[in-house]
């Protein structure tokens, strides 16, 4: 049986690294985006940056959840095509904590075995050498720090030609279809663009729903 295994030791105690596998913004933080919760049997996503291979998506559930110990979930996506899983075990050492990851259950996988165990080696070698530098971090601290969603990425797969997508997102009437009820764009003269007329750089537009709700700007 083929067995991926990753071992890092941690200067934390277990407890503070288990809040990175527990709290779904300090498993973002590390890992990728998600709509994770720590709860046993629950089925989630992780999402990322989609590639030539991969849509982006990794699609999970929560299959072992014992804190502050253990973790375990599968772990599927389009070029993968079955369910791998993902084990995280927590130990305690002299100096804080040993954590071992094994990802196992490729043998139904499609495609390269080999391609696939590489580029998640790869990956999973940036990932939790993230999740030690921000335990570490904290390790002296009662509280995580605060995730800053005021500004994230994200990506999403749309089956549409980039300029369609554009043209929805940079006229008033393709924002009419999928965003606001009612929108205007003006030039930097205040001359009023026609709903097809993709905004430029210095215009002013109005957004309004139907709940009355009015935001205004710049591009």
């Not at 904590?97 to 996988?109: I, M, S, V």
């Not at 998640?120 to 921000?134: F, I, T």
Request: proline share 4%.
């Amino acid at each position: 049986m083929t067995v991926l295994e990753k071992r890092i030791d941690i200067a934390a105690p277990c407890e503070t690294v288990w809040r990175y596998l527990e709290d779904p913004d300090l498993l973002a933080g590390w890992l990728m985006r998600n709509n994770y919760k720590p709860k046993l049997g629950h089925k989630f996503s992780f999402f990322a940056k989609p590639n030539e291979d991969w849509d982006g998506v990794i699609e999970s559930e929560v299959i072992e959840f014992a804190p502050p110990n253990r973790l375990s979930f599968s772990w599927n996506s389009n070029n993968i095509g079955a369910d791998t899983i993902v084990s995280i075990e927590l130990n305690a050492t002299e100096n804080g904590t040993l954590l071992l990851l094994r990802h196992t259950n490729w043998a139904d996988a499609k495609g390269d075995m080999a391609k696939h165990i590489e580029t998640h080696s790869e990956g999973w070698n940036d990932h939790l050498h993230v999740l030690g530098k921000a335990a570490e971090e904290i390790s002296d601290t009662s509280e995580a720090p605060v995730i800053d969603w005021t500004k994230f990425q994200l990506w999403v797969v749309i089956d549409a030609a980039p300029d369609r997508v554009f043209e929805a997102w940079a006229t008033s009437g393709g924002m009419e279809t999928f965003y606001v009820d009612a929108m205007q764009m003006r030039s930097p003269s205040g001359k009023l663009r026609d709903s097809g007329e993709i905004v430029q750089a210095g215009d002013s537009y109005v957004w309004r729903w139907d709940s009355g709700r009015i935001v205004q700007g710049e591009v």
